[in-house]
């Protein structure tokens, strides 16, 4: 008799895409109830794109100045305020839910399954290791209540936006402990679809040579309404910011089209597309990895293949 | 300032791991062992900090078998300026040892605990926010910047959409990325040194923590390979293909 709770990952202004895979993952658990808790201020918008995702019970929305914008710190109380009751308690695997569920875990004193890629059952979950060179099979045992875990957005599909579940406001409950502040944020570039959830991605490597030279990955990218992803190799070397590192360290991704260019293809970053759809490999050498994961691969030139490649698209 | 500093000895970030044949975990017989590369980076950012003069002692401390002595020796050629292992064979999940280094918390008293965002082997990127939330003290996890100014600490965070800067109030855990720092190379002479540094060793088992939270690891096995692929010989039979795949 699952019954889940899953803490949905928003920005002030739209629900993420990463909560309803989320709810597809507790799809799963066979639950009862799956309850989307909000938090935040001014969340009707929300609050309705929630209470759509297919198979949601009930979506709980907490409205207080003080949960906006998101801290752990101030959240995470509010999540153990309301867990009394649930089996489970789920959280994406993006930065929001990897900051805020193991200090839920923390005050409730259990463990956390990080990153669940498959649910066996409602207490089994197979979660990548290793830099996803091992998957190991989790069993929280029995005694433990509730369970709480991280799904890996990349391994599940959205749930459809086919439901009509109830909303129902709950008050804030803990106190705001006084000593975490947010000071401010700065977005990435804002072009183009997100890396997170987009459908095609191309990315670049270290073979790009150079941020200048990225452009022509930006140039591609936007000629297919594409993404623009990275190598940490390509990020360590200041092409890009951080925030368009695909991989272990980086943003595990799962488009229908991954398109790596100059990527010799390290399995730190191979963990962060292995559920690609298809995967295009361009690299001049034909000996590196990313052609053993490839569906197509090009060997040659990235400066002369990628004009070419625009210009035939 | 004082700052505590975790290190964990984990199989080395360039070894590519593999699942026993038999399924019962990963083979680290006769594998590089090394700093967690995270927990690196926090220790350098530790020395950094106090080459600045706004810490006079780093600790680190780390939790796993006899041999991690090693990683804290390297520890402190960086620049650390004592060690503490809380020695054990058994291979420690995030809430224990969470529970066990807020054991080290309290008897230490730091000003701040600098730890790797995620372990390399478990990845599972808990323990520091656990510490914290033991604690009762405020976290800042994936930091790529850290300024004090007095009892406060403005830490930039790596997060999906960017960058987000939180002030937290000290004591508090940090946790780490990439691109906070680059880790010096530690030089012969200092690993000499080191060798007369303070290094303090007690079973994990003391503290007396129960493992009744702990999961059951049931089965390991290897990622599943995707099916080989296809070379193609021209950029116009690269767009053909994907044509034909519905992807154009």
């Known amino acids: ?313 | 300032m004082k700052i505590l500093v975790t290190l964990k000895r984990v199989v080395d970030y360039n070894v590519r791991v593999r699942v026993k044949n038999d399924g019962s975990g990963v083979e680290t017989d006769g594998v590089k062992m090394s700093i967690n590369p995270f927990d690196e980076i926090a220790l350098e950012e530790a020395i950094r900090i106090k080459e600045r003069g706004e810490a006079d002692e780093i600790v680190v401390v780390s939790i796993g078998p006899d041999a991690s002595q090693q990683q804290l020796r390297t520890g402190l050629a960086m620049g650390a300026d004592r060690a503490i292992l809380l020695e054990t064979d058994q291979w420690v999940q995030p809430l224990t040892a969470a529970q066990a280094l807020l054991n080290v918390v309290e008897a230490e008293t730091p000003d701040l605990v600098l730890m790797g965002k995620q372990a390399i082997d478990d990845d599972c990127s808990q323990t520091g926010q656990m510490l914290s939330a033991l604690w009762g003290r405020p976290q800042a996890t994936f930091a790529s910047k850290i300024v004090f100014n007095d009892r406060r600490a403005e830490v930039t965070r790596e997060v999906d959409a960017g960058l987000e800067t939180i002030a937290v109030e000290l004591p508090a855990v940090m946790t780490v990325d990439l691109r906070l720092n680059e880790p010096r190379f530690v030089k012969l002479p200092e690993i000499m040194k080191a060798k007369k540094k303070p290094l303090d060793s007690k079973p994990l088992a003391e503290l007396g923590l129960s493992a009744d939270q702990d999961f059951e690891m049931v089965a390991f096995e290897p990622p599943p390979q995707r099916g080989g692929g296809k070379t193609v010989e021209s950029v116009a039979e690269l767009v053909d293909e994907l044509k034909t795949r519905g992807l154009l």
């Not at chain 1, 202004?13 to 808790?37: E, N």
């Not at chain 1, 993006?94 to 259990?110: E, I, K, N, S, Y």
Request: charged fraction near 20%; glycine fraction near 10%.
């Open chain 1, 1 to 313: 008799m699952a019954k889940v709770l899953i803490i949905a990952e928003h920005d002030g202004r739209s629900l993420s895409p990463a909560t309803a895979k989320t709810v597809q993952g507790a799809h799963g658990l066979a639950a009862d109830v799956i309850d989307v808790v909000v938090f935040g201020d001014a969340l009707d918008a929300i609050a309705q794109d929630a209470a759509k995702l297919a198979g949601v019970t009930c979506v709980r929305v907490v409205e207080d100045a003080s949960l906006a914008p998101a801290l752990a710190s101030r959240l995470a109380p509010e999540v153990v305020a309301l867990s009394e009751g649930y089996t489970h308690i789920l959280a994406p695997s993006t930065t929001f839910g990897r900051d805020l569920l193991p200090r839920v875990a923390g005050l409730l004193g259990c463990n956390q399954v990080s990153d669940v890629m498959e649910v066996v059952d409602a207490r089994t979950f197979k979660r990548p290791i290793y830099a996803g060179n091992a998957i190991v099979t989790v069993r929280v045992p029995d005694a433990i209540s509730p369970v709480l875990a991280t799904v890996r957005t990349a391994s599940f599909a959205a749930a459809a936006a086919s439901g009509s579940a109830k909303v129902e406001a709950a008050s804030a409950q803990a106190q705001d402990p006084g000593h975490t502040e947010y000071v401010g944020a700065e977005g990435s570039s804002g072009e183009g679809p997100d890396l997170s959830s987009a459908t095609v991605v191309v990315s670049g490597g270290r073979a790009m040579g150079s941020s200048e030279n990225f452009e022509l990955i930006g140039s591609l990218a936007k000629k297919l309404g594409a993404a623009v992803g990275a190598s940490r190799a390509a990020v360590d070397a200041g092409y890009v910011p951080n925030e368009l590192q695909v991989g272990q360290t980086g943003k595990i991704i799962a488009p229908d089209l991954y398109i790596a260019v100059g990527i010799s293809g390290a399995i730190q970053h191979l963990t962060g597309i292995k559920d690609a759809g298809t995967i295009v490999a361009i690299n001049k050498d034909p000996d590196a990895p990313i052609f053993e994961v490839a569906d197509l691969g090009l060997v040659g030139d990235l400066f002369e293949l990628l004009p070419e490649l625009e210009s035939a698209l």
